[in-house]
């Protein structure tokens, strides 16, 4: 037995079905990202992550777990890394983006649940993700009500612990969520048996910071007339970056921004000229999901950003890092995770609408892509505020409405590919 197989074995995963995903997995990679022309060298350290996403970092966790440290599950970006970092645990994501985890989640969930949802309990219950064999708490929010409902379903399985998240962003709402982090903080005490202090929650906000600003400073290529990375690229460093530890991902987007200032002195695009410029927005999309981007950029075209909690909804926002009491660094917390954050969970969402506009100006965008996971009724009911504002506001929009299968490919192929003609 290999190493890697030893670890899944002895942490309870059904190592002959996770040995299925394991034999599709690398040839979805190569024909998506291996057989993009011109990549960035630095990459490579990306490519090594995914290319042993099972392996590597789960042996990692459970070394720190055997030094006595935890490990934190969470499924969105609502909920602050920064609490089990200042606790000296560690924070995972959990969302899960391939087909192979939806038929597990059926079992359990209605089919009309998005496939976000069936796919992160089919993981937990078919035992075949490490990461959902390996959190010692996972952590759920009360976002929307398919989440709501299916945490009590993983809470027969697992140990879950839920965050009740404001849905308008009154002053009320805010201090809400301040006790809510504060609850969190509590727990992450008790779990881990670490005082969290002013110094731990300062030093983990400087953290959670380092990685967004190395985020966003990628994404800042993505503005430029000539883009040195594809938007595939970015897509996975983002999706890679809810896995990793977040002060060795922020040195490794930095290195590959080092090299991509070099490709913007000598002019290289991974772009043909011309090509049109697509900023997307909508429902997350949790790794392995790069179907969209995979379509879009075959095309020719480029997707120069992402409206999404897996793009720049993720980097673009610093918590303010002025050091404080517990209370004003809380205070500091809420600010950023509930106002700068525009989930279709809030009513009303207008922010949102607003930072579409404003992202598809300072990314140039020759049109806007609106991604709808099916069954996700949240962010399917704004698509229709969504494309009125760009319509009004003279951007090209379309909505699509898709799954994690294949089966609408050749569908979306031309619909998209229609689109981009008239851009
Ligand atoms: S802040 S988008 S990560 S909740 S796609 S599960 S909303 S039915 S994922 Fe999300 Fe946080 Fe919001 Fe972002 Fe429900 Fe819709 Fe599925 Fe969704």
């Not at 590597?56 to 070394?63: F, G, K, S």
């Not at 796919?119 to 708490?137: E, H, N, Q, V, Y």
């Not at 970056?241 to 991974?270: I, Q």
């Not at 897996?310 to 404080?324: A, F, N, Q, S």
């Amino acid at each position: 037995m290999d190493k890697n197989h030893e670890m899944w074995s002895n942490i309870g995963m059904d190592v002959d079905k996770h040995d299925m995903l394991c034999e599709v997995l690398p040839g979805a990679f190569g024909d998506v990202f291996l057989s993009q022309e011109n990549r960035p060298e630095r990459m490579d350290y990306f490519n090594m992550v995914v290319g042993d996403i099972h392996g590597i970092r789960p042996a990692e966790l459970i070394e720190e777990q055997k030094k006595g440290r935890k490990v934190v599950g969470t499924f969105c970006i609502h909920v602050p890394d920064e609490v089990p970092i200042a606790a000296n645990a560690i924070v995972t994501g959990l969302c899960s983006g391939s087909q192979f985890w939806v038929p597990g989640g059926e079992k359990v969930l209605p089919t009309a649940t998005c496939p976000l949802i069936k796919a992160s309990l089919g993981a937990r219950f078919d035992k075949t993700c490490p990461f959902f064999r390996i959190a010692d708490m996972f952590v759920g929010e009360t976002t929307c009500d398919g989440k709501k409902k299916a945490w009590e379903i993983l809470g027969e399985d697992a140990p879950m612990y839920i965050m009740d998240i404001p849905q308008l962003k009154t002053e009320d709402d805010f201090l809400k969520w301040e006790k809510e982090i504060k609850k969190y903080i509590a727990k992450l005490e008790e779990m881990t048996g670490n005082k969290i202090t002013e110094e731990s929650l300062h030093n983990a906000i400087k953290i959670v910071n380092n990685k967004r600003k190395a985020l966003q400073r990628l994404n800042n290529f993505r503005k430029l007339d000539k883009v040195p990375i594809s938007g595939k690229d970015v897509l996975l460093i983002t999706q890679i970056a809810f896995f990793d530890d977040p002060e060795r991902l922020a040195t490794m987007v930095n290195k590959l921004c080092d090299e991509l200032d070099e490709r913007v002195k000598n002019g290289v695009s991974v772009y043909k000229e011309g090509a049109k410029r697509i900023l997307l927005t909508g429902t997350p999309l949790s790794i392995p999901n790069w179907k969209i981007h995979h379509i879009i950029e075959s095309m020719g075209a480029a997707i120069v950003g992402e409206e999404m909690c897996t793009g720049l909804r993720y980097c673009e926002h610093l918590v303010d890092e002025t050091p404080g009491t517990i209370d004003e660094q809380v205070k500091h917390l809420a600010k950023r995770y509930l106002g700068s954050i525009n989930c279709a969970c809030f009513t009303p969402n207008d922010d949102r609408i607003d930072d579409i506009i404003r992202l598809a100006k300072e990314y140039k965008a020759d049109g806007v892509i609106d991604l709808n996971l099916k069954f996700c009724t949240l962010y399917d009911l704004e698509g229709r505020k969504v494309e009125r504002a760009l319509k009004e506001a003279g951007i090209p929009v379309m909505g699509i409405e898709t799954d994690y299968t294949d089966e609408d490919a050749e569908q979306l192929k031309t619909r998209i590919g229609a689109f981009i003609e008239m851009l």
